[in-house]
């Protein structure tokens, strides 16, 4: 999971000037996201991580903090080994 | 009241006057007209030259419609699914012919259009009315091409077009009034309100912006700021939401490029002469958000500002 955040805090970066996002941090009150970059980042967890982001999971909750990215891939993971 | 985009039929309104739209082609415009055309539920027939596009095209609706939703913090009236079932998507301009308006988008080349409005004309019907959604071109030279000049005008789309509630609209020297009123009333079933100008080349926005994003491209070519610092002055110091070589990004810097070569000879004005780094730049394949790089790179990583 932390390996997966990390990744997530990288592709990050680069819209969040001099902010130090942390894994709690909500993303959109920070005021960086505007909806090009909400597109960029649903296309970059899905092409970065192997996963399909369905309309069922496109809850803001869902993308608000690190935490709730991490735990919206473990989520995802789980479903693939359970149909495994 | 769902923002105004459920169809009238739903609401007990009366039926629609125009139930079949055409769309021709499948750019950044078309694929947002054809959109927002479905979403307020009209049947559209969106032609383009390309499969490989129209694939595209589908995708983004889509994903437009998707993350519209999603970023709106609303779920959509309907689902993609459903929308996109109203959209014809074909190589085939026989389709058109049922359509009772039409609303051609392809690239911004004089030549290209005329090709396009000679072979549209003696398939779709007599009443169907035209509508030139061109950056720069003039709308009586476009009636010309064709043999309904007061069925033609022009209606100058704004981007992204599903979200935008303005349409520049252009009265040609031969449009008539009967055009212009059922202009407005597709626009009102398109939940948008338009503003009539007058038909000069550029018509207002892009005879102002096409001069604001060249002079912007001159900036980083000369090295005067860098294009981030650019457009944050724009934004910052002028309220703007998005700097102009965001913009030309978001309009593709193909356009952009096409729009002032039509000024350039429209006007033979030297002042819309296009920027050597642009006509680089568009050689070199950098066509904007379009094709993910610019003046930034939407590649889906991150933005990053990729101009000298």
């Known amino acids: 999971m932390e390996e997966k955040k990390m990744k997530i805090r990288g592709f990050l970066a680069r819209f969040f000037r001099n902010h130090e996002l942390r894994d709690d941090d909500d993303i959109f009150a920070l005021g960086f996201v505007n909806s090009l970059l909400a597109l960029q980042l649903v296309n970059f967890l899905q092409k970065e991580f192997a996963i399909t982001i369905e309309d069922e999971d496109l809850d803001f909750e869902n993308f608000r903090t690190l935490n709730n990215m991490g735990a919206l891939l473990e989520r995802k993971a789980a479903n693939v080994a359970a149909l495994a | ?308």
């Open chain 2, 1 to 308: 009241m769902t923002g105004g985009r459920l169809p009238d039929l739903f609401l007990g309104r009366n039926a629609m006057e125009f139930t079949h739209v055409g769309v021709v082609g499948a750019g950044v415009m078309g694929v947002g007209v054809a959109q927002n055309l479905a979403e307020t539920g009209h049947q559209v027939i969106l032609v383009d030259i390309h499969e490989e596009q129209l694939k595209k095209a589908r995708e983004s609706v889509r994903s437009n419609i998707r993350m519209n939703a999603f970023f709106k913090k609303k779920t959509a009236a309907e689902k993609p699914d459903v929308i996109l079932s109203r959209i014809l998507f074909t190589t085939d301009i026989e389709q058109l012919r049922p359509s009772e308006f039409l609303i051609e988008n392809v690239v911004e080349k004089p030549q290209v259009k005329e090709d396009v409005y000679r072979s549209i004309d003696p398939i779709c019907k007599e009443s169907c009315i035209f509508a030139a959604n061109t950056s720069a071109i003039s709308i009586t030279r476009i009636a010309s091409w064709t043999r309904r000049a007061d069925r033609v005008l022009g209606m100058h789309f704004m981007n992204p077009v599903p979200l935008k509630p303005m349409v520049e609209v252009i009265r040609g020297f031969h449009t008539s009034e009967n055009t212009l009123n059922k202009a407005r009333l597709l626009l009102e079933e398109m939940g948008k309100e338009g503003i009539v100008v007058n038909d000069m080349p550029g018509f207002v926005s892009n005879r102002v912006l096409m001069l604001t994003v060249n002079e912007a491209i001159y900036l980083v070519q000369d090295q005067v700021a860098s294009a981030e610092d650019v457009d944050r002055l724009f934004k910052t110091c002028f309220g703007h939401k998005m700097g102009p070589l965001e913009t030309g990004d978001l309009i593709g810097l193909d356009t952009i490029l096409y729009s002032l070569e039509v000024l350039y000879e429209s006007y033979n004005d030297d002042k819309f002469r296009p920027c050597p780094l642009l006509k680089k730049m568009v050689y070199a394949g950098l066509h904007g958000r379009k094709n993910g790089r610019g003046f930034y790179s939407y590649e889906g990583e991150a933005s990053f500002a990729t101009a000298s």
